[in-house]
């Protein structure tokens, strides 16, 4: 089973910018598709990001897009969210995702890290 632990959240001024990542154990995690997600106070999670297998490809909530952008390195077991111009709306805690598939409304995840903090000041 791939256990996933996120770091890098904190506090950041509107405007500002982090990076987000999510460390892998195991020797599949190059074999899986990968995602962030978020839940802001009072919300549901919701979709930010997902990345193919190979990095080729890549999605975005439009709610990011332009903005954020999730990169991996399969060397490292590594993913990635970089965050840019962020916003106080951007304030959530951010949890990576392993083999993240869509249905519709709906998502089947394999595995949730537990997630890191970040917050947005205006």
């Known amino acids: 089973q791939v256990q996933l632990v996120e770091s890098g959240g904190g506090l950041v001024q509107a405007g500002g910018s982090l990076r987000l990542s999510c460390a892998a154990s195991g020797r599949t995690f190059s074999s899986y598709t990968m995602g962030w997600f978020r839940r802001a106070p009072g919300k549901e999670r919701e979709f930010v990001a997902t990345?193919?297998?190979?990095?080729?490809?890549?999605y975005y909530a439009d709610s990011v897009k332009g903005r954020f952008t999730i990169s991996r390195d399969n060397a490292k077991n590594t993913v990635y969210l970089q965050m840019n111009s962020l916003k106080p709306e951007d304030t959530a805690v951010y949890y990576c995702a392993l083999d993240p598939k869509n249905y519709g409304s709906s998502w089947s995840i394999g595995s949730w890290g537990q997630g890191t903090q970040v917050t947005v000041s205006s």
């Open positions: 990345i193919s297998w190979s990095g080729g490809r890549t």
